[in-house]
């Protein structure tokens, strides 16, 4: 594996030029130090960190990750396109996730480069930071691949090829890096750092509760690992003040603006153009997730979705896998919501709100519909049906929806999918219950959790959502990813080798923390 940051290294090209050019004037021999030349000394961390956490943003709105919005039941390709073949059968090969790879690993070059730096300035709490925003993306490479590159990654002067660690190293090693990070926070921040924290914007506690939110989500994802104990690391994040709750989403906003190549990431896939054209004229809703709106009369589906034609209250999705002669148009399918991409104007285009917005990185609901988990395991004291209503209802205010609160409870009183009367009794049960509604939560936000809640805990019991290609390899979901085509390129004699390829590991070696 040897990356290249591509952005970083047409920056330097290009800057390097132009100061070259001024440099001239000085003479082409003049060897005094150029002050204004792209260097590894004046690359400095706050410089590094904005760019580096704006791309976690645009990783987790990705378009990368469109397939498991598919695989998911959230999002569906209309009539008007051809689909791609090896989503729809699951017959995914070595290139499928290359980019997602590649693009994930390049953002955690960023993140590396911006604590190493800052820990040589002394701005630990930058390094902080930059440690918490990578552990969460290195558990989303976990969550996709299992083993990958880690420990040796990064460090070209002593590993061209670096080794695969195993999952569950990278996972224990990830508790201790969130730990170290933490206390990092718990130094004094530079002015420095508050003025390129485009996240946080300098809040050091809100950087604690996010990093005890990514150490609870790891301990959540083992729940189901025969004889895992989480109690030493659930001290540690008690202890630390807890995680994130009501309010609390971990976002980021460098300046966006409804202008080309400025946009909300999210807004730029899935909303409008600055000129008002549909940003994807290939995707609607999923008539899967549709049908579970409309049949519990949720009126967060307003907030998901438009309704068709943008106005009156019918909504639709197409049907995942479904043959493209019988799949509506996109004027007869719902497109994304408010909630998601902003307002319309009287043209039923963006008004461009949605185009400023801040990029979510961690929603709060998600936050709190972990720790509900957590009380309801027993992990954690307290009321477990309190917890999760509290989290039912975040998402209804995370979304916007008109009298939240009281839209909420009226919403879990009458839907015994959402009742905490039906959750039962035993842990298993409840984690299902509320990793349900969880899954209604993140409809087209996050569907990398819900793709791995599902592989954890199997809690959708209509499995409608899998794709009705009558050449899909199997009535389940694979299991995980191949690794892409650029490792056995770059770094063959480390990278695992596949068991059959396509139909092969791809529904039978599990990651592993699923049962």
């Not at 390097?16 to 000085?26: I, L, Q, T």
């Not at 914007?201 to 004889?227: C, M, Y």
């Not at 943008?310 to 909504?315: E, H, L, M, N």
């Not at 409608?464 to 990813?481: E, F």
Request: hydrophobic content about 40%; overall charge negative; charged content about 15%.
């Amino acid at each position: 594996m040897k990356l290249i940051n591509t952005k970083w290294l047409f920056l330097i090209i290009i800057l390097s030029a132009g100061f070259a050019f001024n440099s001239c004037k000085k003479g082409f021999l003049d060897v005094n130090t150029d002050p204004n030349r792209v260097t590894d000394a004046n690359v400095t961390a706050e410089l590094i960190f904005p760019q580096a956490a704006n791309a976690v943003g645009v990783r987790e709105a990705n378009i990368d990750f469109l397939f498991l919005d598919h695989w998911m039941g959230y999002i569906a390709q209309n009539g008007q396109f051809a689909p791609q073949q090896n989503e729809l059968t699951y017959n995914i090969d070595f290139t499928f996730g290359n980019a997602l790879f590649v693009n994930h690993y390049n953002t955690l070059f960023d993140l590396h480069q911006a604590e190493v730096k800052g820990i040589a300035t002394g701005d630990t709490v930058l390094a902080g930071a930059s440690i918490i925003l990578a552990a969460k993306l290195w558990q989303e490479l976990v969550d996709l691949y299992g083993d990958i590159p880690y420990s040796q990654v990064f460090q070209t002067d002593k590993y061209s090829s670096p080794v695969y660690d195993k999952a569950q190293d990278i996972y224990k090693d990830l508790q201790g890096r969130l730990d170290t990070a933490i206390g990092y926070m718990h130094t004094t921040e530079k002015n420095a750092f508050i003025a390129a924290d485009i996240v946080n914007h300098g809040d050091q506690n809100k950087w604690i509760l996010f990093a005890n939110t990514l150490k609870l989500r790891l301990l959540i994802r083992q729940s189901e690992v025969p004889g895992f104990d989480p109690s030493s690391d659930i001290t540690k994040i008690l202890n630390n003040g807890g995680v994130l709750g009501a309010g609390q989403t971990v976002s980021v906003n460098p300046g966006y603006s409804n202008d080309l190549n400025k946009q909300n990431p999210y807004y730029a896939i899935f909303g409008w153009d600055p000129t008002g054209v549909v940003s994807t004229s290939a995707d609607n809703a999923n008539a899967y997730i549709v049908n579970i709106l409309n049949s519990t009369n949720d009126p967060r589906i307003g907030r998901f979705f438009y309704p068709v034609g943008f106005s009156g209250g019918t909504y639709a999705g197409a049907v995942f896998g479904a043959s493209q002669s019988t799949l509506p148009t996109a004027a007869n399918l719902s497109y994304f919501g408010p909630g998601l991409v902003g307002t319309i104007n009287s043209s039923n285009s963006g008004d461009g709100s949605g185009a400023k917005q801040n990029q979510w990185i961690f929603p709060s609901y998600e936050s709190m519909f972990l720790y509900a988990e957590a009380v309801a395991r027993g992990w954690i004291t307290g009321d477990a049906q309190t917890a999760y209503m509290a989290a039912v209802t975040e998402s209804f205010s995370w979304l916007g929806t008109p009298d939240a609160v009281n839209a909420a409870a009226t919403y879990m009183s009458n839907n015994p999918s959402a009742n905490w009367a039906n959750a039962g009794t035993s842990s298993l049960s409840m984690a299902r219950f509320i990793a349900y509604q969880k899954y209604i939560a993140n409809t087209a936000i996050d569907p990398l959790e819900s793709y791995s809640d599902l592989r954890r805990l199997n809690f959708l019991t209509d499995n409608s959502y899998i794709s009705a290609s009558p050449g899909k390899l199997s009535n389940t979901l694979p299991v995980k990813l191949l690794y892409p085509q650029s490792e056995y390129t770059s770094n063959a004699a480390n990278v695992p080798k596949e068991v059959g390829g396509p139909g092969g590991d791809l529904f039978t070696k599990k990651i592993f923390w699923q049962p």
